[in-house]
């Protein structure tokens, strides 16, 4: 019996160990968590500048052709987006391609959905997409560095509720008495 309480003893010390330790990793990784969504939070207004500055760039690169991994990217997301051009349709008229090929007209990929007959030219703009593509590209990252800092946020809360939990058990754990030896008629029990 007194072997068994002894090593019992021991178990719990591990185990209050083994929870101490457990808060604190939580702890760590609840800090690092609220980090990301203050700065997640703090840096998403940046993510409208560097959209413009890589859409520009991209949009200068466009050459029209299928194996340009730009040209494809612009046409998806134009097409995706429902969307043409940076700012408007108006903006491919400043690009290279659209001064090389000389016909007046944007990438059928501007052309709605609904509109069977577009082959891309200016003298039908109610035939394009009339919103430009970067509000909606800046609008969609927003979306989803939203989506990321919500769940971390459920994270962290399941994080606290947990440390929570395993401080109570510490805390109840510290209370109870030590184990004692009862004599009862002069004989261990």
């Known amino acids: ?94 690009t290279d391609w659209f001064k090389e090929t000389k016909n007046q007209s944007v990438p059928l990929s501007c052309c709605r959905e609904t509109t069977s007959s577009c082959n891309g030219s200016l003298a039908h703009p109610s035939d394009l997409y009339a919103e430009g593509c970067e509000a909606l590209v800046v609008k969609k990252l927003q979306e989803i560095m939203m989506h990321v800092i919500w769940a971390a946020l459920a994270f962290a809360a399941i994080q606290l509720l947990g440390m929570l939990c395993a401080c109570i058990v510490l805390c109840r754990r510290s209370r109870d008495p030590a184990y004692e030896l009862l004599i009862t008629g002069g004989t261990y029990a």
């Open 1 to 94: 019996m007194g072997q068994c309480g002894i090593t019992s003893s021991k178990t719990v010390l591990v185990f209050l160990n083994l929870i101490f330790w457990f808060v604190i990793i939580l702890l760590l990784v609840f800090v690092t968590e609220v980090v990301v969504v203050v700065l997640g939070y703090v840096y998403r207004a940046k993510v409208e500048n560097e959209v413009d500055r890589s859409i520009q760039k991209v949009y200068k690169t466009y050459n029209g052709t299928n194996p340009d991994a730009a040209s494809r990217a612009i046409d998806y997301v134009q097409r995706q987006l429902h969307c043409c051009g940076i700012h408007n349709y108006s903006d491919w008229e400043n």
